[in-house]
């Protein structure tokens, strides 16, 4: 989805949105183990405060202040992106930014002093994953911990990308360091975020989903980013209604959830404007349709890629840093933020 640079970090736009296209040609390996007795979470459970938190890259796109976009936008919560590995085991911001001590901590500091909030997210597309850097489920969730315990997180999100989610053993070492992590840090909401197709998780996604439900992972939001489809059909909104129509029923039918209890535990993080596919553009109605099923289905989370692309284009403006389409300041940010749950 999202550029990492990790997506966010050295590519340009190429890497923000690419995943969900390249994902979609990931082989599928078949879970390994049986799925566990379904999850059996309260229906009625409210959705959490970071339910609206748009990514911002702080490393790259021109990024604004956080606060400046509090100010403007009404938005309380940020998904900062994106933790990379630094050629091992260890997290940094895209690599290579110290977790604290530097100006990523500044502006999460200075997020929470106006009111708000953060979910950290790691991976993206391009860069060092530590899914694939760190051996084993244990070494992983250290290092998931390691961000956790640097800013006090309430909520996790791994977006996984690229040569991290197509490869079986990877993904299931994600799902496994991600149970350690709910079990050590009661009460953290994680969100798992992938690429998509327009009926919903290709089969490697779909693979994914049950290998988290027979561990028997409680994940919070299983997430799409519903774009760069590769051709598609109707409005992006449309066309993103259908692929989280398909995810509600891959999680309803690897969890044993109700229909209701299956809403409650997906997500979108779409993208804003001209997406990384030629002809494919995302409008402000489309946020608009999502926005209403949202509401509607009581989904875990509305995000979107990313609050540095939601402004207009001006002369030489890089794509990063702007939707490529007519609009005023943060007009998708505004839309975001009306969803509650």
Known sequence: ???????????????????????LLAPAAT??????????????????AMAAAPYEYLGWGSPQKPTDVMKAAGVKWFTLAFVLSDGGCTPKWDGSRALTGGSDEAAIKSIRAAGGDVVVSVGGWSGNKLGEKCSSASALAGA??????????????????????????????????????????????????MGTTPSGPDA???????????????NDGWVIMPFDFGG???????ASVSALEGLKAAVKSAYGYSDDAAYRHIGVSSMNGK??????????????????????????????WSVNRDRACGAGTDADACSGVAQSPYEFTKIVVQYQG
């Open 275 to 304: 997406t990384d596919e030629a002809g494919e553009t995302v409008t402000t109605a489309d946020f608009r349709t999502i926005l209403a099923y949202a509401q509607q289905h009581h989904l875990a989370r509305y995000a979107f």
């Open 204 to 218: 490697t996604g779909k693979d994914l989903i049950k290998r988290g439900a027979a561990a028997g992972l409680a």
């Open 232 to 238: 598609h059909s109707g409005t992006m909104g449309q």
């Open 144 to 193: 998931y911990q390691k961000v956790i315990d640097a800013y006090q997180l309430k909520a996790l999100d791994i977006d996984i990308e690229d040569t991290e989610f197509s490869n079986a053993t990877v993904r299931q070492r994600v799902v496994d360091a991600l149970k350690i992590v709910k079990t050590k840090n009661p009460g953290i909401v994680t969100y798992v975020t």
């Open 31 to 48: 879970a390994s183990a049986a799925p566990a007795a379904p999850l059996a979470p309260a229906a009625t459970a409210a959705v959490p």
């Open 1 to 23: 989805m999202h550029k990492s640079i990790g997506v966010r970090c050295t590519a340009p736009l190429l890497a923000a949105a690419l995943g969900s296209a390249a994902l």
